[in-house]
């Protein structure tokens, strides 16, 4: 397989203006019609060769201006369809015959269940007709579907339906014609037996807009929570950015197989089933609030994407990045703000910053790609979001709307770059980004030092920085960057202290930027700052609200972390004071048995008696870092270190604390009706950590975790009383539990979903053979990407302890789990590999285990490109 570079991007010699297709979806096979309207584009080549792409097609008929085309004019390969001695404008005429029962990749059209549905991102429409299947080429597209009306009484696609009629063989034609210009990706079709919800939403300037959701019958109470999210959504995008919607009707589908989580296609966006469907008693808060952020990341999509689309693909983080930090501002409105940022950065720095340490490291614009699927990745979406959030540090709210605004009016219904998106911003706020824009460019996370010294005698702060950025595959040496360096000063009454930079000298004698304000910009290899007009030393508190997506060096004394976790204005400061801490702590344990010192419990006895602070915030500041976290602190990795020094802090937590859970717990118990509201679903989180902690060290809480798993009415408690039980050590238990729970949701593969990843990610649980006796399970499909992240993904990603088992065993199973996946569906296959891609980090026993399996991989005949892409790159 080849590479492909950014460097090489030019223009299609044709523009497609219009696209016309038909669907005559059989029982065997689906045969699709293209018409092409092609116009010669004037700054492309003029060869009159038009190559278009296509993949796993049959070609049964090619006309160009309704003649047929002579077997000389053009020439089919595995991936292209050439047409040559074209002149300035045709129309051309594709018929391609397709198989989507037999689809098992999910790219292009396919069935899913008892219905037909497409996923065209990134490059899936080429397996539906021969097409310039890149975002540059926009269309205005119609579409036909002929079908069987009986079985499929719901044929969708995007824009507005113009015509519904019956043929004369008693079969039904439905056209949609989509007026906005688009990208193929950006195209859908749906057919099958479903029903909707509906519900209307009027928009800013007071157009009335239709919107429905619709889903196979058994799951129609469980759409009431996404409609309303999205009309949230709607509402959000309007006062926040000032973007409307713009078709009559906005529709989302919900379908079971699905490689990712949704699709935003113009007017109607293709949902995961577990990423839209809730009810309380299938559907805990986490995925309440998955489901609302992502029906707003799709919906916000229909400007950032779709109105304003990409140039190419290296330009995928300009409507990602962009995307996911509309989508965070969403969800920090709609919840706790530092909840949402703690969130935020435990992501970044548990899977982006391992991604950017290691071989599949590249930048927010990678600058080459074997195969752009693999290329959705945490560093595109969350690692481009921080950029974005940078920026809106540095210009402030109104300066960035006005960038967002004129970002939007200069480039609505065109396809550009990341380049554009930073240019509004400069040139809406009159300011230089060059600098800035390196952090589009280089890949790896920068590591930033910080040493202070207080000089009494000037009553000031000297605070000196450097950042150094590692090398990552293909980048050497890499130049200092901008970064946004938010901070506070506390005193020692833990009240905060105006910030003053005085002008300080730089290592190289220069003026550095200097401002009252509390974000310093740190553009340099080592700078100095200085705060004034301080009696006292303070407590300095770095990088608050995770300003920039950094590795921060500094060392703070247990006593300072203590103190910072108890008065940090800043409340992501104070959840990473306190995460500090408990580091520190696991690393001690696991050497010897772990005692929690008297003043951190008694910090802690007062969090979780003050019924005044945000239960969530408690429960965050409360709750360990997962061991993956760990893991990204440590050099080499130990997972079995890891996983004991864990387990004796939380015990040592536990029994610490154990009156003061209980009572927590007590004091939060609610007899109101579950309601997925931000409030209550605060008081679940505290009360079920509470439960967690109390069901670990004493009998008392695992006869309360027995107690609201057969009483309530909700997945949130259920859940939890479901993991404190299986965490009992009480093995009887956790299965009595574990089969009352299949028992009563056999016939709810979503929840089936959630009963098979909580035990495939469990410590205690998640061993080889349990793994290998549930993909035997009746629950269990290697065609469904959900089931194969519930047993597979999870064992891989959370049940550490097992997954690295010392005789590998781990890493083979989930070897062989890609190898069968590779010929059916590579995309879930490369998304498999992550786990392997680090072993480099692990230490040498399981490091070697690792590499092997790897190996094992890359021999195999026939891989796909997603695959040979990540095994190539991790063994180079
Ligand atoms: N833009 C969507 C990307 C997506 C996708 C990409 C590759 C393969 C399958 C896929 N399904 C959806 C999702 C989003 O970011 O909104
Ligand atoms: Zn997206």
Redesign the pocket.
Known sequence: PQSIYLKDYCQPEYWISQTELTFDLQDDATVVTAVLTLEANSAGAQSGVLELHGQQLELLGLTLDGDVLGTGRYTVTDETLSITGLAQQHFLTIVTRIYPATNTA??GLYRSGGMYCT?C??E?FRRITYYLDRPDVMSVFTTHIIADGSRYPVMLSNGNCTADEMLADGRRKVTWLDPHRKPAYLFALVAGDLLNKEDRFTTMSGRDVTLKIFVEPQNIDKTDYALDALKRSMRWDEEVYGREYDLDIFMIVAVDD???????NKGLNIFNSSCVLANPATATDAAYQRIEA?VA??YF?NWS?NRVTCRDWFQLSL??GF??FRDASFSADMHSATVKRIEDAKMVRTVQFAEDGGPMAHPVQPDSFIE??NF?TVTI?EKGAEVVGMIHKILGAEGFRKGSDLYFDRHDGQAVTIHDFVAAMEDANGVDLTLFKLWYKQAGTPVVSAAVDYREDEQALYLTLRQQCPDTPGQIGKQPMWIPVQLGLIAADGQDLPVQVAPALNTAGMETWTSASQVLHFTEAEQTFVFSGLAQPPVLSLFRDFSAPVKVEFQQSPQELLFRLQHDSDGFNRWDAGQRLMLDWIDQARLDEFELPEDARQVMVQLLTDETLDPAMVSYLLTLPSEAYIAEFSDPVDPHAIHLGRKRVRLAMAMALNEQFAACYQRLVSHAEYQPEPQQMAARTLKNLALSYWSVASDAGIRQALAQFGSTDNMTDQMAALVALINSGDDELAQQSLDAFYQQWQNDSLVVNQWLSVQSGSADLGTLSRIQQLLEHEAFDWRNPNKIRSVIGAFANQALCHFHAVDGSGYELLADAIIRLNATNP?IASRLLTPLTKWRRLIPELSEQMKAQLERVAAQPDLSRDVYEVVSKSLA
């Open positions: 999910l790219e996923q991102e990134a899936g699905f490689n990712m989580g949704a699709m935003e992502i990341h799709e999509h994407g409507k990602e995307t996911v752009i699927a959705y979406y995309q």
